[in-house]
């Protein structure tokens, strides 16, 4: 599956920049969800040598660098640790009004972009209000709210949303039947996320379980105190407790009877318990009680 069914929408929508010449200097993509894989077949789209319209080849010399990381003139940065580095940003920028090695045009990509520290968002900021040369920024964040003001307001905004048809789908390729699937689907933010969820034999189990007690609570409260045990026993890491709370709240979703709010506001008033250190089997049993 390639990025025209990753994210639908956006491609068809940098297929008509990309056509009509009118791709800006910079842009803002937000969500975990296919950003770099754009911003990659962006960059690979300016300098492909044997395009088919407005589409990459992905073979030429130049896609192919692209794809390992290794093409002078498309730079990745990326935070070392919990930040990116004012330093990082400067050495980066000193290159902006200088000619690509390869061409005239320049690709310079910035993961994480809300870890800038803020003397290094301010200091990109000045290139991206007077753009020098031919050079496009492509900046990538989870989560836009944390992106400096100031910045947000001088990029153009692309939401990247979670495809979990897209995700399921690939789940269901793997092996998985169509509700364990879609379960998966809803756990993994991206396709590699997805895709060490899927090998995870452990993960499959607190599915499986979590998908009986949650049958058992629905009908029979008192069983289903009696079968918490056996969930606290397969869940002993903290990991793990918290995916089974994840999973319950999922699967309770799924159900469409009046009653299963109530036991979704169990859950939730579950987690707030083992968020406050309550042990797990005392949280689980109080949700079922309660």
Known sequence: MDLAQKAPRIYQAFQEILK??????????????????????????????????????GDCRSCQLIDQGDFADVTVLEPTGQV?????????????????????????????????????????????????????????????????????????????????????????EKGLLKSQADLVAKLAKNGSQLETLVQDSKLLELMNRSEHFVSIWLKDQMQAYLAVNRLVQIAPDKEEQELILTLLTLLLARNQSKRVFKNLEAVYQARLMWQ???TFQNTLEYMVIS
């Open 276 to 278: 406050s250190n309550v």
């Open 84 to 172: 990116i580095k004012t330093d990082m940003v400067k050495e980066m920028m000193a290159n902006f009004s200088q000619t690509g090695y390869e061409g005239k045009q320049q690709v310079f990509i910035i993961k994480d972009c809300e870890k800038m520290h803020n003397n290094a968002a301010n200091s990109l900021l000045k290139y991206i209000e007077e753009p020098q040369g031919q050079a496009y920024i492509f900046l990538l964040t989870n989560n836009d709210n944390q992106v400096l003001p100031t910045i947000k307001s001088r990029t153009q905004v692309f939401q990247f949303p979670k495809n979990e048809a897209y995700l399921s789908q690939l789940a269901q």
């Open 20 to 57: 009509k010449d009118r791709l800006n200097h910079a842009y803002l993509f937000s969500g975990d969800f296919a950003n770099i894989d754009m911003a990659l077949f962006l960059a690979k789209a300016i300098f492909c040598e044997h395009k088919t319209g407005q589409t990459p080849c």
